[in-house]
């Protein structure tokens, strides 16, 4: 079987094409925003809690390290 070579897009397929990337990627970062404003308020103290660990281990190894 020969293999077809596809037909050039013109520009107006083109531009429906971009159309459809960009209504679907504004649709799927709004669904994004949609599901992470259900976990927003667990996020935040947990990312707190985090860094204040983060930094007392810091804190700890500076102290130990010293000369």
Known sequence: MADKEPTPKNI????FDLC??????IIALWVALQFLA???GWI???AVLVAAIWALVAIMRARRNRW
């Open 12 to 15: 107006a397929q083109r531009f």
């Open 20 to 25: 459809l990337l960009l209504l679907g990627g």
């Open 44 to 46: 935040v103290p947990i």
């Open 38 to 40: 259900q976990f927003w």
